[in-house]
């Protein structure tokens, strides 16, 4: 029959989520760290074992045999250390293992000397790790089991959340759903993942995009780091590896493998293109990401807060290809250099600012996905770069339509010109 020691600890271990070896080194932690308080002192480095069954505990006193120094050189090389150290530190920097390994290091609560190892076993040698057994005179008193506590406490908390970084780590490079907590002063995002938090920075968030407390969405795991206040988890809404993860998700032929994204160009908040791909005939790889009446589609764009998905077939041929990227928009033909990695889209004149998209988005998009510079051409017409700014398309597509309307002006002129003449003639008939 279990003990109520025992009892507790599988209990700690179902509320915390924590395997029951865990609990207990956590436990024998905070019993040497009592013992060195009431019984012993910093220098001993002190193993525990406990039977929770029984309630007996053994002490002992770790120590590592190693050459014998002279005292004197120690506390001479340790004062040398520290000037090493103090001038390292005015320079800002850290010292390396190189620039101290001249110097003797001892030290007296992980190693103990030769001659002081034979002493406590005749037949020690060097590199042998001594277990010096303690006594436990009495009971522990109320400040060492202050300590316990506090050390415990500390311990399973350490062990929590290294489990929990341990869980996210896998997840790291995939997608997962949060709930908004609040948004801090430099502009991030704090995220409640459950039994930790996530941070989008002001870069990582969805131009637009509000992110009211309370709203549960999902992010993409950019990075699971363990920092020196715990587990860092970056999170990110506004990557394209967001939209690769939601698709893999949520279109099951994406994640067997049938289905491959080729591709994937991405303006946050607003348009993304995404080209793919399949070996199997049998398989409409455009229609698997749309479903049936768009269902799925559109459970991808609700869970990108409303952005634009444009889906196109990937192909292998870059002329192809590029025509395929500016959908949708026609393109009648296109000319491209392999070498610079240039292209010409030929297109036409009711094709042009389709081609185009607002503010340059389609075209800049386009060239993004298939790794081109494009040069948008209208027959006879202005020609607009996938590197042109958003000032200068705007330019572009403005002296192109303002010369349609001159041309639309001068054909009413003419037409109005030659109505007005034939009127004259028709009056000069007449009064003749």
């Known amino acids: 029959m279990a003990s109520e020691i025992s009892k507790a600890i599988q209990h700690i271990c179902d509320e915390k989520g924590l395997e029951y070896a865990e609990v207990m080194d956590a436990l024998q932690t905070a019993m040497g760290a009592a013992y060195r308080k009431d019984f012993g002192n910093r220098l001993q480095n002190i193993?525990?074992?406990?039977?929770?069954?029984?309630?007996?505990?053994?002490?002992?006193?770790?120590?590592?045999?190693?050459e014998d120094v002279d005292e004197e050189r120690i506390e001479k090389d340790q004062e040398e250390l520290q000037l090493r150290r103090e001038k390292a530190r005015e320079e800002d920097r850290e010292l390396t293992e190189e620039e101290i390994e001249d110097l003797v290091r001892f030290n007296p609560k992980t190693e103990i000397m030769m001659k002081d190892a034979l002493e406590v076993k005749k037949s020690a040698k060097l590199g042998d790790i001594l277990e010096?057994?303690?006594e436990v005179p009495t009971e522990f008193g109320r400040m060492a089991a202050q300590t316990a506590k506090q050390v415990i406490i500390q311990k399973l908390r350490e062990a929590e959340r290294n489990n929990v970084f341990e869980d996210l780590k896998e997840q790291e490079g995939s997608v997962v759903q949060g709930v908004?907590?609040?948004?801090?002063?430099?502009?991030?995002?704090?995220?409640?993942?459950?039994?930790?938090?996530?941070?989008?920075l002001p870069s990582e968030q969805i131009r637009g995009e509000k992110l009211r407390p309370g709203l549960r969405l999902r992010f993409y795991v950019e990075s699971v780091d363990m920092g020196p206040r715990g587990p860092q988890i970056l999170l990110s809404r506004s990557t394209p590896?967001?939209?690769q993860s939601v698709f893999e998700q949520e279109i099951p032929e994406i994640a067997a493998g049938d289905v491959v994204i080729k591709g994937i160009a991405r303006d946050p908040g607003y348009r993304s293109k995404l080209s793919v791909h399949t070996d199997d005939e049998s398989i409409d790889p455009i229609g698997s990401c749309i479903g049936q009446r768009g269902s799925r589609i559109s459970t991808i764009i609700d869970e990108l807060g409303g952005e634009k998905v444009d889906i196109i077939q990937y192909k292998e041929d870059p002329k192809e290809y590029i025509k395929e990227a500016l959908s949708p928009a026609?393109?009648?033909?296109?000319e491209i250099d392999e070498e610079e990695k240039t292209a010409i889209a030929h297109v036409a004149e009711d094709q042009f600012s389709l081609a185009i998209g607002r503010r340059g988005q389609n075209v800049r998009l386009a060239a993004e996905l298939t790794g081109y510079r494009i040069d948008v051409v209208e027959e006879g017409g202005e020609v607009v770069s996938s590197e042109d700014s958003i000032d200068e398309v705007k330019k572009k597509i403005e002296k192109d339509q303002n010369e349609e309307v001159k041309a639309e002006e001068m054909e009413v002129?003419?037409?109005?010109?030659?109505?007005d003449e034939s009127e004259e003639k028709e009056i000069s008939e007449e009064t003749a």
């Not at 002129?413 to 109505?419: L, P, R």
Request: charged letters at 40%.
């Open 47 to 66: 193993k525990v074992e406990y039977d929770p069954e029984t309630g007996d505990m053994k002490v002992w006193d770790v120590k590592e045999v190693v």
């Open 132 to 134: 010096i057994e303690l």
């Open 180 to 200: 908004v907590h609040k948004r801090d002063r430099s502009g991030t995002i704090i995220i409640d993942l459950g039994k930790i938090s996530g941070q989008v």
């Open 241 to 243: 590896k967001m939209v």
């Open 330 to 334: 026609k393109v009648d033909r296109v």
């Open 413 to 419: 002129s003419v037409e109005e010109t030659q109505k």
